[in-house]
């Protein structure tokens, strides 16, 4: 698993001289480009959760387990080294310092291996990922019936490509079969798939990368699809990104403490 599989669109390769393009400044420019959003969700992600934590002490809250504590705490260290790590990306000069840069993410002792890993492991979950995905998805025709004379062009064709990323998307986990049921047990006499046992494939999950990655480059989807946004955060009107509009309200609405 890698940062790459995450930030980079690669063009289909055909031949080993078409490898050596692989850094070429298109991509440098899409991988650069990933890194500074991501960066930026990182930062308010960072500035909400800790502004959380200080309002709880200031207010005198009943203090978590140490378990809690610990989990918030690496959590937050986690979204610090990736934002970290981001903005080397972003800022990289060269196509050579570019892949210097990602390849760090890509050895086994990564600090971020293990975090990499977990969202590896949610990226291919069909149970956690697709029931919201479609339900989003199935929402699309009906907004488009009542209000796409209202979009000027430039939206309209944001919501759309939104619109056949998610049907992608979807399709992908409906090739999977379907996860047991929390607290079942396989049928008797029906031995439990092995399959079912292994981490997600790399190729499946660089499906799911590029195109979430791909999915919030169209921006947010819009209100009457998804609702408003939680308390103290927007969307902006340009790019349709999500963006923290006040700090004390949205540190109100964290949960993960």
Known sequence: ???QQIFIFRRPRTTDDELDEIMAAKDQIDAQKAAADFQMMLQQMVQVQEESVRKAQEEGKEASSPEDEAEAKMMIDMMKQLME???EV???SSSEELLEKLGKLNSDDSPMEPFLAMMMQTLASKTVMYPPLKDIYEKYPKYFEEHGAELDEETKKRYEAQYEVLGKICAEYEKQPDEPTPGTEPPVNT???PAAQLPPDLPQ????GKLLVELQT???PPKEITGTPPEGWAVDETTG???VENMSAAADTCTIM
């Open 1 to 3: 698993m890698s940062y």
């Open 85 to 87: 790590n981001s903005s």
């Open 90 to 92: 972003a800022n990289a």
């Open 191 to 193: 031995p439990a798939d």
């Open 205 to 208: 999950f660089e499906t799911f």
């Open 218 to 220: 169209y921006g947010f």
């Open 241 to 243: 990104m999500p963006r």
